[in-house]
């Protein structure tokens, strides 16, 4: 992987966390307007479409750039679409952009087999 590829997997690394996290205020946000006069999901959810947009776009390219197969591709969506699936993304990307890094440092410096 070259260091575009880490920087596109970067990139979706840096926006699966707070996704993550708006899902789960928003889900939050849902049923406290359902159970209290308390409604943020208007605020929420507007967060939330940026992050998935975002989200989206990112792992479009990142799927472009690093040459994923379909599966790995729709692990990656399906995580984007499950509550919590954005931190176990996060812990994923963050091994394939080591590995880009590391790979893409030994390649610079001439290390045979990188």
Do not use: C, Q
């Not at 992987?1 to 880490?6: E, G």
């Not at 605020?43 to 790995?72: C, E, P, Q």
């Amino acid at each position: 992987m070259d260091i575009k590829t880490a920087s596109a997997l970067r990139r979706l690394r840096l926006v699966s966390g707070p996704e993550a996290i708006s899902f789960l205020l928003l889900l939050v946000a849902s049923v406290l307007k359902r159970t209290t006069e308390f409604n943020a999901v208007p605020a929420l959810g507007w967060i939330h479409a940026v992050l998935f947009i975002l989200y989206v776009l990112f792992w479009a390219d990142a799927w472009n750039r690093a040459k994923w197969t379909l599966k790995t591709a729709a692990f990656y969506f399906l995580m984007s679409v499950l509550p919590t699936g954005g931190f176990f993304a996060d812990r994923r990307l963050k091994a394939e952009v080591e590995d880009a890094v590391i790979a893409s440092r030994a390649r610079a410096e001439g290390v045979v087999g990188a």
